[in-house]
């Protein structure tokens, strides 16, 4: 099993490397000089003079590549065009609301997808597995900021019971810090949430066909360990798949939510560099995203080994 | 959702039957109620010139803000354009986008992963590539893509196909990995048919079910990403009235005018939920062995 979690590790490693090269390549590939589409419309001589300087654009291809490169390994993000300021800062200002919102998301989807889900398979074909199937297609075709903003309208202008928008550190208070995150999370969590009911419907539908569910119902155990001692836990790996697969619908998803509810996070960061034209912001954004999600299915794979221990790699 | 590669079902001809349309109708219920949303929302955007609208782009800043009335049915913008003309107009964007992103992806994914399917080295690095593709969650990679390129509709089809490239070709690749351990291919080679023969009339049929499915995703996900590009102004120009840009502009109003974020919205989730019920129905109806487990 040691072998397996280096050799896993180890894979990861061209991974990254494709999207550091994307990341990278794309500034280069795109037709037209990156200093002149960066700079944009309105810009002199001197700023794509200015650009083309601080980017070290002036320097030949795989120079530039190995000073990025060597940069990233340490740290380096690179310099925000437009503050001046080094990206890995500005990323390390904006990591707490995102991660506190993906956070929050991650535990109230899976605690209440999976129930669901497990209900709806034991049940199948009652009104419970209609109401879970129904969420999960409205879940899949109700955009996040269609949501988000139906939730506004209801909660915080037709009531007054939350907060319209903003964020509260924790350290703010537990009432705030919480009031702040319901609405957000609820709109960030639909899609994940129906996507882990579907899988956890069909894979403990396929379990409880099994032969040694009937042997549990029959030897006269309770449902509640029939369904959770038996079938849940066979049903484990790929609701695990699912839940490390959604997490990229999650980051999506939280650049459109911060967005809307006005959270100063990594999402907000994105916007005001998509509309600044501040290109190193967003690579840095696409790397430290696609690392996060690399390394949450890095352990979603870990863990298949203590949730099925027949798993032998 | 991808189809694992065990529930495939071969297609077979013979094996369709035929039966009246009510038969149809009541099989397969999600398909039908879903095709029909779609038509309408198709019907509506082609003939959006004729059902009551005026020019989307007509400003009248006397008649700005208006709530939905009788001569304005879904209100006035902050400029005084009327938003149910806007809306009408906003489907043909979503449409064109999820239709051309869809066909493009299905059409380079299909080729891409019948050659990687069938040849070795070229899988091994185009699949390393791919792996690495989706690792970035694909807003981002439309948004890397927008940001570099100059606002327009084909800037967005062309980023978003490039976002969802990778899922298509991972599932076309999959099915010809199965496909060509096959019994039934192995009998056509062995009685001495010819590789591109057995390519065209054996493996490629059978990839065209689940790409079809597959495709009616990409198509929904498609028109969530543009809306939400448009949204984040990365997407397209805010001269053209999509609903991500009618959006975008109601989002600073919505405290005072929800009705201009509403009727976009509400017409996007109906567009998309229409066509899930599509690709599910699809889904029900090319492989019930599949079916009956989602």
């Known amino acids: 099993m040691f072998a397996y979690i280096i050799r896993r590790i180890l894979a990861t490693i061209p991974v990254m490397a494709v999207v550091a090269l994307f990341v990278f390549a794309l500034l280069h590939l795109s037709p037209g000089d990156p200093a002149v589409i960066i700079a944009g419309d309105t810009a002199t001589l001197d700023d794509i003079a200015r650009i083309r300087q601080k980017l070290g654009l002036d320097q030949p291809l795989y120079v530039q590549f190995a000073t990025w490169v060597w940069g990233l390994l340490h740290g380096d993000l690179g310099i925000s065009i437009f503050t001046n300021l080094p990206v890995s800062k500005l990323i390390g200002q904006r990591v707490e609301p995102t991660l506190t919102l993906t956070i929050s998301t991650l535990l109230v989807s899976v605690l209440a997808a999976v129930p669901m889900g497990v209900l709806a398979a034991w049940k199948a074909g009652s009104w419970i597995d209609r109401v879970v199937m129904v969420f999960a297609v409205l879940g899949f075709s109700v955009p996040v900021f269609v949501l988000a903003y139906l939730l506004i309208y209801v909660f915080a202008i037709s009531t007054d019971l939350l907060p319209v928008q903003g964020f509260v550190p924790i350290g703010g208070g537990l009432g705030p810090f919480f009031s702040h995150l319901v609405m957000p999370t609820l709109a960030l969590g639909m899609v994940f949430a129906a996507l882990i009911a579907r899988m956890t419907r069909a894979s403990m539908l396929d379990v409880l066909a099994q032969d040694y569910i009937r042997t549990a119902q029959a030897k006269g155990l309770a449902n509640d360990k029939v369904l959770i001692g038996h079938a849940l836990k066979n049903a484990a790996v790929p609701i695990a798949t699912i839940i490390g697969i959604g997490v990229a619908a999650l980051i999506s998803g939280v650049v459109v939510t911060e967005t809307v509810f006005a959270i100063p996070g990594l999402g907000r960061l994105t916007v005001d560099a998509i509309l600044r034209r501040d290109y190193p912001i967003i690579q840095g954004i696409i790397l430290v995203f696609s690392s996060a999600y690399v390394l949450i299915n890095l352990l979603v794979d870990l863990s298949y080994t203590f949730l099925d221990p027949r798993i032998r790699y | ?294």
């Open chain 2, 1 to 294: 959702m991808t189809v694992a590669p065990a529930d495939l079902t071969l297609v077979d001809a013979r094996s369709v039957r035929r039966g009246g349309l009510l038969t149809y109708v009541r099989r397969h219920p999600t398909m039908v109620v879903g095709g029909a949303l779609l038509g309408l929302m198709a019907l509506m955007a082609i003939f959006a010139p004729y059902l009551g609208t005026v020019d989307p782009q007509a400003l009248s800043p006397i008649k700005r803000l208006r709530w939905p009335s009788a001569q304005y049915w879904f209100g006035t913008d902050m400029l005084g354009r009327d938003i149910y003309s806007r809306t009408v107009y906003g489907a043909r964007v979503s449409l064109t986008v999820g239709i051309s992103v869809a066909l493009l992806a299905s059409g380079f994914g299909l080729a891409i992963g019948l050659v990687t399917g069938f040849s070795r080295w070229t899988d091994a690095i185009v699949m390393r590539i791919m792996d690495g593709l989706m690792s970035i969650p694909s807003i981002l990679i439309a948004i890397a893509l927008m940001a570099l390129t100059r606002a327009s509709i084909e800037n967005v089809i062309f980023a978003i196909t490039v976002a969802d490239l990778p899922r298509v070709t991972r599932l076309v690749r999959g099915v010809v990995l199965t496909l060509r351990e096959l019994p039934f291919v192995e009998a056509a080679h062995a009685s001495g048919t010819g590789f591109f023969r057995i390519l065209w009339r054996h493996i490629l049929p059978n990839t065209l079910p689940p790409l079809l499915v597959q495709a009616t995703f990409v198509a929904a996900s498609a028109m969530i990403v543009e809306a939400i590009l448009s949204f984040l102004g990365a997407g397209t120009p805010p001269n053209i009235p999509s609903w991500g840009n009618i959006m975008a502009e109601g989002r600073s109003l919505f405290q005072v005018a929800y009705y201009i974020v509403l009727f976009p919205g509400l017409f996007l989730s109906i567009t998309v939920l229409a066509i899930n019920l599509l690709g599910d129905g699809l889904r029900d109806a090319l492989d019930p062995r599949l079916a009956r487990r989602m």
